[in-house]
């Protein structure tokens, strides 16, 4: 990026943080959210009655800020309007659902898909296809109605499903990766990547233990 384009993009931001219309735009993303967080609240509420947890660790929000938004359509090549923001960003609202076991993670996206005013843009599942680094997440883009005074609207929100030990190793592995001088190391891939693999199967482990707990509680009943 040249030095002119990173006054044009700084001065960007400035105007976007000011502008009426923008504040506008980013509180229906926030309402979107809202909208989204209940749904997810009220079925671990559900699931949670014929057991003894709640499915759901944490439920995480965030909005994408003007510096990342902008820097991913210029990066993209997209216009620098509010229209083209809509049209491509489809992960400015996002949220992230910590459970405690992958089966877990399969309901809640079946409960939350099926729900009639829920439309499932995109979906991405690197758990059962993991990146090449290691990293596993089941990512959904939905498409939920904000109703405003002027009549709903239809707002995308990604929604990321991880277990602890993803959110765990994906945490880390975000903050390693900026460390340039660390990440050249050749056998640090390699032994992430060994990590993501061993946090997988102690997913699977513990979600078995859980199964076999159940099984032995049914058979004392």
């Known amino acids: 990026m040249t030095e002119d384009n990173e006054i044009n993009v700084k001065s960007m931001i400035e105007t976007l943080k000011k502008s009426s219309v923008y504040l506008e735009v980013f509180n229906e993303y926030r309402c979107a959210i809202m909208e989204v967080e209940t749904k997810l609240k009220v079925l671990d509420m559900e699931m949670s009655m014929d057991r003894e947890k709640n499915p759901i660790e944490t439920i995480q929000s965030r909005l994408k800020s003007p510096e990342s938004i902008l820097e991913k359509m210029?990066?993209?090549?997209?216009?620098?309007?509010?229209?083209?923001?809509?049209?491509?960003?489809?992960?400015?609202?996002?949220?992230?659902?910590?459970?405690?076991?992958?089966?877990?993670?399969?309901?809640?996206?079946?409960?939350?898909?099926?729900?009639?005013?829920?439309?499932?843009?995109?979906?991405?599942?690197?758990?059962?296809?993991?990146?090449?680094?290691?990293?596993?997440?089941?990512?959904?883009?939905?498409e939920v109605p904000i109703f405003l005074t002027g009549g709903p609207r239809p707002i995308p929100v990604e929604v990321q499903f991880r277990t602890m030990a993803m959110d765990f190793w994906a945490s880390l592995e975000h903050k390693l990766k900026y460390k340039k001088h660390i990440s050249q190391e050749t056998d640090i891939g390699v032994r992430l990547k060994k990590c993501a693999d061993q946090a997988a199967a102690l997913d699977k482990e513990m979600m078995q233990i859980r199964k076999d707990i159940d099984s032995y509680m049914k058979e004392d009943e």
């Open 74 to 142: 210029e990066r993209k090549g997209y216009p620098l309007t509010l229209e083209s923001m809509r049209k491509n960003l489809m992960d400015i609202a996002g949220i992230r659902v910590i459970c405690d076991y992958i089966d877990d993670i399969y309901k809640l996206e079946k409960y939350l898909s099926s729900q009639n005013d829920i439309t499932v843009l995109d979906r991405d599942d690197y758990i059962k296809n993991p990146k090449v680094n290691g990293y596993r997440s089941l990512h959904l883009t939905v």
